[in-house]
């Protein structure tokens, strides 16, 4: 749940703060209590979010070269942004989020995940291999937000590798080759971006006319495209594997001893598909006891804040409605909090609501795996077998 070259960096149990390197030298305090988490996430004047897309691996000028080529922009927005501009902005892309428009979907998602898993069953029953990553939950998100929000006319696929790929060039351990081919990546569809922000309708429309510049615009949709959606197909698939090793769990959905909002917060504690976020220390301070220079690196390991015991009753079992389950920060705190949670959640109960009893006598023939990154946990694949006729 961080990078692996972090594994036996500190004995557990951590401490409060931890100073660890990365892969390239760069040193950072590590935050892991809850209480600590929330507080640095909560006061973006003396943490501000300015260093939140900051490539882990510095790119070397041969991959800036191809991002420039593209016009690659990235102005403070949202997620990195510290600024007077971010209220608006936020607010504009919360608006076309609120709650009574995620609502309305529900309907309709319902009856696509209950076709989807339908077929999927029937698959299963053959005792065929079934992927519940590619086949119900990578396209969910996306096909959800595209009906809140008009998104450019790109391929499902296409949007799906240009997100996987975003993730990876900013948030992993990475060499130059591979930084090179993830820039033209990123970079071409950053193309697509740019021009749908200067005549497209719906939120980039909203935000040009309250005078947003066009990589304003872009940024916003670059973050919808990468946390309005690929975050939550990532959620979607770790949220069933630990369904599958749940059979109580997964019996008390049955017979409604189990509700499935608490199945779904439960889930966010313990399966986040966000394990960290970061943070630069604006001036000097204390964490728990530990000096704070400014300019220091913050790592907020989110992940590990869920599983506090001065928080969470059992913080490493399964346990949907325990005591602090509903406490954990996988949506972050404060200012910057992420404004799709309503989204992600109701997309979660749909998915855990119509596609759990899948899970009923199936084996795994491979769980997911998460390649190594600093924040995103981005599952690869999940396939589980029936047992057949």
Not at 207 to 219: F, I, K
Not at 247 to 254: H, Y
């Amino acid at each position: 749940m961080l990078f692996s070259s972090w594994g036996s960096a500190v004995q557990a149990p951590w401490p409060d703060v931890a100073e660890v390197s990365d892969h390239v030298g760069v040193r950072h305090l590590v935050v892991t209590r809850h209480a600590l988490v929330r507080q640095v996430l909560a006061d973006p004047v003396t943490y501000p979010p300015d260093n939140a897309l900051d490539a882990v691996t510095p790119m070397p000028v041969t991959a800036l070269r191809v991002l420039a080529g593209h016009r690659f922009r990235l102005p403070p927005t949202l997620a990195n942004n510290s600024g007077a501009s971010h209220p608006e902005i936020r607010a504009i892309v919360a608006a076309a989020l609120r709650p009574e428009r995620v609502a309305a979907q529900r309907p309709w998602l319902t009856a696509l995940v209950r076709d989807r898993v339908a077929r999927l069953g029937a698959r299963l029953d053959t005792g065929a291999p079934v992927d519940l990553y590619a086949d119900l939950a990578a396209d969910l998100p996306l096909l959800v937000l595209a009906r809140l929000v008009e998104l450019p006319d790109a391929p499902v696929g296409a949007v799906k590798e240009f997100a996987r790929a975003a993730l990876e060039l900013f948030w992993a351990p990475l060499d130059t080759d591979r930084q090179l081919a993830l820039a033209a990546e990123v970079g071409r569809f950053h193309r697509v971006l740019r021009d749908f922000a200067a005549t497209g309708g719906g939120l980039a429309g909203e935000l040009r006319a309250a005078g947003h510049s066009p990589d304003v615009v872009v940024g916003a949709l670059f973050f919808l495209l990468v946390a309005g959606q690929e975050t939550t197909s990532q959620f979607l698939t770790l949220l069933l594997h630990r369904l599958a090793g749940e059979p109580a769990v997964r019996a008390g959905l049955r017979t409604g001893e189990v509700a499935v909002a608490d199945v779904v917060e439960e889930g966010l504690r313990l399966e986040p598909p966000i394990v960290t976020w970061r943070r630069v220390a604006a001036a000097d301070s204390t964490l728990g006891g530990t000096a704070v220079p400014a300019g220091s690196s913050l790592v907020l390991w989110l992940g590990r804040a869920g599983r506090d015991p001065a928080v969470v009753e059992s913080p490493d079992e399964f346990r949907p409605g325990q005591r602090g389950s509903r406490r954990h920060l996988s949506f972050g705190a404060g200012a910057h909090r992420c404004v799709g949670d309503v989204l992600a959640r109701m997309e979660a109960a749909v998915v855990v609501a119509e596609a759990a009893p899948l899970l009923d006598g199936v084996t795994v023939v491979r769980p997911p795996w998460c390649p190594d990154n600093l924040t995103f946990r981005m599952p690869d694949a999940f396939v589980v077998r029936g047992t057949g006729s």
